[in-house]
């Protein structure tokens, strides 16, 4: 195994990691990739962070107008917010500010001790699938490249939250292409390839047990988990809440899905997936699960493969051969 | 038939004991000799006493799907899974340096 640049780092409320092999001749050491790399996230959260009053998200979100001025970066993000909303037909919504702040995410909870898991599903109402939101609010935010704007009725407001980390990952992952391989792990969300990518493993966590029960052999492309464990709080009623709504209604999701993880060409399409089969319930999420691959958490802790992951491994035996054909010549 | 007649036709004890004896001595030589160069003559473990035939080393390969940049659909050899399933759920069944997806 060719040695790889390890570097880690507190960004965008988790961990961060980065592994960046060889270069190409003359190209920037794999130490620089990084540096540069973690300037990059370092302005990605301060641009998009909906928890800094400072951050153009924060911005493009009290202004008045109808059209507001963007940078390339905040246009990329809203573009991928509505490509994840419409992949997930509406489930992953990135206009829930008002419901998530209801629901009691108003600040930042990176460090928070999150409320155990357990308690929250044996307190959590009945199960049922979440919906998208019938008004399809996100279809009236626009991205105008030409212009450089964003055009949304003032008021709506956007959250990168869904999304960003994924987004960052597949950013991060666009400039280290010349490197021999690499790894962009944002928080979990995490981007491999690399012009020699061959084959690593990726652990899955599981949600309750915080165990690592499946391996995902990947050489290049996405992979994303979404879960309840860590964003998961009691709000003053005594009622548990977490950061996935339901589109439909504005509050948690309670779906009989606690965790999944989700195969993609990008983290932005894993990351998508992952949080639209969550949201979706058991059913649905096999089916938006069934093409790339990926696994479902039941409340129950039962790890459900889906899609490719769900075939066997496969084992390659050879023919038998007949007694005579097996004594040496 | 008279009993001289009788008497005629029955051979001697000494000729009968060391014929017999003589008869002894000759296969218990071949046998020994057969056995002295390494052939059972019973050829009960006959096939014991071959050599033992030589199988082929099965090996069991785990075959598992990469998802090639940019696609996320392909494998390395058709349809195969990209997953592997550790014995059980220890953080330890994955080097440490390797990258874990969870909830963030």
């Not at chain 1, 105008?144 to 003032?154: A, K, L, N, Q, S």
């Not at chain 1, 309670?254 to 949080?275: C, H, N, P, Q």
Request: some cysteine; proline content about 9%; hydrophobic content about 40%.
């Amino acid at each position: 195994m060719t040695a790889e640049h390890d570097t880690r780092f507190e960004a965008m409320g988790s961990h961060v990691r980065l592994l960046i092999g060889k270069p190409t001749p003359g190209g920037p050491s794999a130490a620089a990739a990084a540096e540069q790399a973690q300037r990059f996230v370092a302005e990605f959260e301060a641009a998009l962070s909906r928890f800094d009053p400072a951050s153009e998200l924060s911005a493009l979100n009290r202004d008045p107008r109808e059209r507001v001025p963007a940078s390339p970066l905040l246009r990329q993000a809203v573009r991928a917010g509505l490509w994840a909303a419409e992949l997930s037909g509406g489930l992953v919504d990135p206009t829930l500010v008002d419901g998530i702040e209801r629901a009691g995410y108003a600040t930042s909870r990176a460090g928070v001790r999150p409320a155990p898991l357990r308690s929250a599903l044996a307190a959590g109402p009945e199960r049922r699938p979440a919906a998208p939101d019938p008004a399809a609010r996100w279809c009236r935010f626009s991205v105008d490249d030409e212009r450089g704007e964003i055009v949304r009725p003032p008021g709506l407001r956007f959250d990168s939250g869904g999304i960003g980390k994924g987004l960052a990952a597949d950013l991060i992952a666009a400039s280290l292409q010349d490197y021999s391989r690499f790894v962009v792990d944002c928080g979990g969300d995490i981007r491999l390839g690399g012009r020699e990518a061959s084959p690593r493993t990726v652990a899955v966590e599981h949600p309750l047990s915080g165990g690592r029960p499946y391996v995902v052999s990947l050489r290049a492309g996405g992979i994303a988990t979404s879960g309840l464990n860590v964003r998961i709080w009691r709000r003053e009623d005594g009622t548990f809440a977490h950061h996935l709504l339901d589109p439909s209604t504005g509050e948690p999701a309670w779906t009989g899905l606690v965790g999944v993880t989700a195969l993609g060409a990008s983290t932005l399409e894993a990351e998508t997936l992952s949080k639209a089969a969550l949201l979706a319930g058991p059913e649905r999420g096999r089916e938006l699960l069934a093409a790339r691959g990926g696994l479902l958490v039941h409340d129950s802790g039962r790890v459900e493969l889906c899609g490719r992951l769900a075939a066997p491994p496969r084992v390659r035996l050879p023919r038998p051969v007949a007694a005579r054909e097996a004594v040496p010549a | 038939m008279t009993e001289a007649a009788r008497s005629k036709r029955r051979p001697g004890a000494a000729p009968v004991f060391w014929t017999s004896m003589a008869l002894f001595c000759v296969l218990l030589g071949l046998l020994t000799y057969r056995f002295s160069i390494g052939q059972d003559p019973s050829g009960v473990g006959a096939e014991a006493a071959a050599p033992p035939v030589r199988k082929k080393v099965i090996v069991r390969r785990v075959v598992t799907t990469v998802v090639p940049a940019g696609a996320g659909e392909a494998t390395s050899d058709g349809a195969a899974p990209p997953v592997t399933e550790a014995a059980a759920p220890e953080a330890e069944a994955v080097p440490v340096s390797e990258p874990v997806t969870s909830s963030s």
